[in-house]
């Protein structure tokens, strides 16, 4: 099978690396990098850390306003297709690429598959909500990284085409946890101790762009008593910079930190705040208390598992749980085994994919195709 893949911004190239891996294995892959982020640390440095193959086009379309960047992305990745005539094109995720590949295949009645299938904050304010929805509502193919997501595709009536697979971000932190233990030497460099330190990232638009949001953030970390560090992506570092508001000597800002440094901080914090999805996911592998800096969460299993609790920005809330929260003895296995890619190319190879299957409302076959896949529902 010829495959164009679509990454284009930080959790896609993570997601991207173990699918890459496993295809390539009897597959021709065209990786294409939309350019959505383009600083090295943003980009580049996980293609050099997870081994990930050079993009064969990179669209160079930076950054935008959401309707500019989408259309470019479409504009110039149509191009790419038109060129390429690949058997299938596989997006990952919500964001504008995501929903940009998504739209680009489809007009072009190419097969189309969806990895992080079905996620749903409920919450079409966000604009990962829009991409998410309309990248399912085109794909042929949905492969879902938890049980709530399929059922969530079945809410909408897509089930005949919808497989659990589990999460290819696990794959890529147990592929890539060994080396990360071996060469990353971050906590030495910033000086923390395993389990005296909390880990803290933002970056959600709700939380950036509303100053009055950001500030109780800035409140809420400057009023806990323990040692934070706090990578922070570009746009919160310029939201932050913009604010009325200093953050206090306690709270590390560094820049977005590499792969490796990123699993080590994880592994070793003995709380993670955050309101990134990938954050929040790799929390609950490591078994890591995660605080979820927002009202909603598409990764429900993790909040009813008890591992993540839902805590919002207003500052009293979040210091009232940040040292009272305890996760239960019980930590189930939500995301499957790390074995997510592995599958996703099983699937593909034996179950012939082919452009705007009906829907139907085949819960039984979906099921059926996840219990033979070795999950339960
Ligand atoms: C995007 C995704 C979000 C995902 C996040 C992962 C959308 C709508 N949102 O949000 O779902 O969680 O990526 O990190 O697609 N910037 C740089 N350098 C870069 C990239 C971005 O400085 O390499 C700055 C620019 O000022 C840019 C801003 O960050 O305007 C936002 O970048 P953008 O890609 O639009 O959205 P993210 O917030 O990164
Ligand atoms: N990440 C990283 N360095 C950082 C912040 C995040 O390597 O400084 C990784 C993180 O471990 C996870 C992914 O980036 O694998 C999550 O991306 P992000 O939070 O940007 O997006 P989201 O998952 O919310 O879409």
Not at 43 to 68: C, K, M, R, Y
Not at 115 to 127: C, K, L, N, Q
Not at 159 to 174: C, K, P, Q, Y
Not at 198 to 204: G, K, P, S, Y
Request: charged residues 20%; proline residues 6%.
């Amino acid at each position: 099978m010829k495959i164009v893949s679509v990454v284009g911004a930080r959790p896609e190239f993570i997601q991207a690396a173990p699918v890459s891996r496993a295809l390539r294995a009897s597959h021709q892959e065209i990786l294409v990098h939309t350019g959505q982020h383009y600083d090295y640390q943003m980009s580049q440095t996980f293609f050099d850390e997870l081994g990930i193959p050079a993009p064969d086009f990179n669209l160079e379309v930076g950054s935008g306003p959401h309707g500019q960047q989408t259309g470019e992305i479409l504009a110039r990745l149509e191009r790419v297709l038109v060129k390429t005539q690949p058997d299938l094109v596989i997006v990952r995720g919500d964001t504008n690429s995501t929903v940009a590949g998504a739209l680009a295949a489809s007009k072009m009645q190419i097969p189309m598959a969806h990895v992080e299938a079905g996620e749903r904050s409920f919450d079409r304010h966000m604009p990962e909500e829009i991409n998410r929805l309309v990248a399912d509502c085109l794909a042929d193919l949905h492969f879902c990284a938890s049980r709530v997501a399929v059922q969530n595709l079945a809410a909408e009536g897509i089930t005949a085409s919808v497989h659990w697979v589990g999460d290819v971000m696990l794959d890529a932190l147990l592929q890539n946890r060994p080396l990360a233990r071996r060469k990353s030497d971050v906590l030495a460099r910033l000086g923390l101790t395993r389990g005296a330190y909390a880990l803290v990232t933002v970056h959600r638009a709700a939380n950036t762009d509303d100053p009055a949001r950001l500030r109780q953030i800035v409140q809420a970390l400057n009023s806990v008593p323990e040692s934070i560090v706090f990578p922070a992506h570009p746009r919160t570092r310029k939201a932050l910079a913009g604010l009325d508001a200093e953050l206090a000597a306690h709270v590390r800002l560094l820049e977005p930190v590499g792969y490796y440094d990123m699993m080590m901080l994880e592994e070793n914090a003995r709380l993670i705040a955050t309101d990134s999805g990938g954050v929040q996911r790799e929390a609950y592998f490591l078994g890591i208390p995660c605080l979820t800096l927002r009202e909603e969460t598409e990764w429900i299993g993790t909040v009813e598992a008890g591992w993540n609790r839902l805590v919002g920005t207003e500052p009293t809330r979040v210091r009232e749980v940040w040292f009272n929260f305890a996760p239960p003895a019980e930590h189930p296995a939500i995301f499957g085994n790390g074995e997510a890619a592995q599958r996703i190319v099983h699937i593909l190879e034996s179950n012939p994919v082919t452009f705007g299957l009906p829907r139907g409302h085949d819960r039984a076959k979906s099921e059926a195709n996840a219990l033979a896949m070795g999950m339960s529902l």
